[in-house]
């Protein structure tokens, strides 16, 4: 596995950083149901699995019943940290404490421009089944 890689990785590890619109989830579970496949990964910090990019996407793969959801994990050190809102300017050591303390920013505060990563598409199907135990092999 590369560091473009697109991993899947259980919901319950991530770590949002922003609040969402229902309504907008609303769509999402809509956009992905039409498609049956996870089109467009969700964007994580790697130490802190905090989310970046993709609140609205997360939302949506709990209210599909997803196990786990395609992901790029980043270092934060190459991403671009920017606002959409004037009156906040956000650093990333905020971004992290926030993900990790549940005091999530306004929907739409942080906006992170990132390296570019190779398309991914996943079936539903793939992101209902549980992770399946490794077994070792006997001979």
Do not use: N
């Amino acid at each position: 596995m590369s560091d473009l890689d697109c991993v899947h990785l259980p919901i319950a590890v991530l770590r949002p950083t922003e609040e969402i619109l229902p309504s907008r989830v609303r769509e999402v579970v809509a956009m992905v149901l039409e498609e049956d496949a996870w089109t467009q990964p969700i964007c994580i910090e790697g130490t802190a699995h905090a989310l970046l990019d993709g609140h609205h996407r997360l939302a949506a793969a709990i209210a599909l019943g997803l196990a786990r959801v395609p992901v790029y994990v980043f270092d934060y050190a190459d991403v671009e940290l920017l606002s959409w809102r004037a009156h906040i300017a956000p650093t990333r050591q905020e971004v992290l404490a926030r993900a990790r303390s549940g005091q999530l920013y306004p929907y739409k505060t942080t906006r992170h421009v990132f390296p570019p990563r190779p398309a991914c598409t996943v079936s539903l199907g793939d992101l209902r089944m549980p992770i399946a135990p490794r077994r070792a092999f006997i001979a």
